[in-house]
């Protein structure tokens, strides 16, 4: 029996369930499609009502209770595609390259379905970060795909080195085929943003060993560092020579669970595949029509993100105001615990550069190492086990042996 009855999870990234506030204006333009009788509500700003109108009539029946396409709605399709189109300085992005789905994962999972053939030697791998999301893991092993674990560089803010792929892709031959690598930027857990060179070096690297690239770039609105800012992959790729802006095929994920949004329980993300071949993407249709279309509400609430208010709409101020609070709390909370992190004896931490998570390293002493065995558990997961038990706080350890040998 503990003397607590609530737990604090700092592990997930539920920015909302953490204290953070809705955006008004996405809770208000949904409100209004949910019980569209507050569309002869006057005290609702103008814009967010004729949102909610203009929204509705794209929803199959005018309602936010029907089914729509399995791969999204082609309007909301298409915002989303000119909202890539914005973000990247003019890099053209097409709505028939959109899949909307129920959460970035969701969208993961469909892609390495795609991917996933083969036994032994010809089982699909997949070049996964250590440290990576801590549900990736599983999510690969459930589709029958081996990880093939690369190290980022904790020195040097985690970086991704062109020698450890190396490393990871030559001892992974002759065990599994690599397909496909897998990149976070913003980096989940690890809060590391890569620079233009960096991204480069990883592109180059999946143009000469054939490998699809998996960009999770969820935390692309939250980057902290004045020194850095958040690059897509795919404009990246556009401005490399044609060997490679031709040939190498990215798959890039977004979702409404980015830190400023913060709507992780509305269930909706997206993604964009480039460069694939046709006969793939008919595959990938089939793949994804086997699954019910994504919440509409989800779906809406993904075109108030990539299209928010304009300058000279009612809501504009308002919204921009909550959205530069959302993160300038972010950017005090990532700095203020990395501090405190840092600080900690037998602890060291690495500032964070973008997202909502910190990694930090531990030192333990040798005693502490000794029980662990004694106990036949690692050293980081007694330290989980006694911070539930001491301090009533959820957070994992790294990534289970069993995947990072």
Request: charged letters at 20%.
């Amino acid at each position: 029996q503990k003397p607590f009855k609530e737990l604090i999870d700092i592990n997930s990234c539920s920015p909302h369930q953490a204290g953070m506030k809705p955006v008004s204006y996405v809770r208000q333009v949904l409100a209004v499609c949910l019980y569209p009788q507050l569309l002869e509500d006057k005290s609702l700003p103008v814009d967010v009502r004729l949102r909610a109108q203009s929204l509705l009539e794209v929803c199959p029946g005018g309602s936010v209770g029907s089914y729509t396409a399995s791969s999204g709605m082609p309007h909301i399709r298409q915002s989303i595609a000119e909202f890539i189109t914005r973000r990247d300085g003019g890099v053209p992005s097409y709505a028939k390259d959109i899949i909307i789905s129920a959460g970035s994962q969701r969208g993961m999972m469909l892609l390495v379905r795609l991917l996933a053939r083969g036994e032994g030697v010809t089982r699909t791998g997949v070049l996964t970060p250590l440290p990576c999301p801590h549900t990736l893991p599983m999510l690969l092993d459930e589709a029958g795909v081996k990880l093939v674990p690369y190290q980022l560089t904790e020195e040097r803010g985690w970086a991704v080195d062109l020698d450890e792929l190396h490393r990871a892709l030559k001892t992974a031959r002759g065990h599994c085929e690599p397909r496909a690598i897998y990149i976070s930027n913003p980096g989940n857990p690890t809060g590391h943003v890569q620079d233009r060179k960096s991204i480069e070096e990883v592109i180059q690297f999946a143009a000469a060993e054939r490998l699809v690239l998996l960009v999770d770039e969820v935390f692309q609105d939250s980057v902290y560092r004045q020194d850095r800012e958040f690059i897509s992959y795919k404009k990246v790729l556009f401005e490399m020579d044609e060997e490679y802006s031709e040939t190498v095929e990215l798959v890039s994920f977004h979702s409404l669970s980015s830190p400023c949004m913060g709507e992780c329980g509305l269930r909706a993300g997206f993604m964009e595949a480039v460069n694939m071949d046709p006969e793939v993407m008919q595959y990938l249709d089939i793949l994804i029509d086997t699954d019910i279309s994504t919440p509409v509400t989800g779906q809406l609430a993904l075109d108030l993100m990539v299209s928010p208010p304009k300058p000279g709409d009612p809501s504009y101020d308002t919204y921009t105001q909550e959205i530069l609070l959302a993160r300038a709390t972010l950017s005090q909370n990532a700095q203020r615990a990395w501090q405190f992190l840092d600080g900690l004896p037998g602890m060291s931490c690495q500032p964070a550069m973008g997202g909502v998570y910190l990694y930090p390293s531990l030192h333990l002493p040798p005693e502490i190492t000794e029980q662990a065995k004694s106990l036949e558990v690692e050293a980081d997961v007694l330290y989980c086990q006694r911070l539930l038990a001491g301090r009533r706080c959820v957070c994992r350890s790294r990534l289970p042996t069993r995947w990072s040998d």
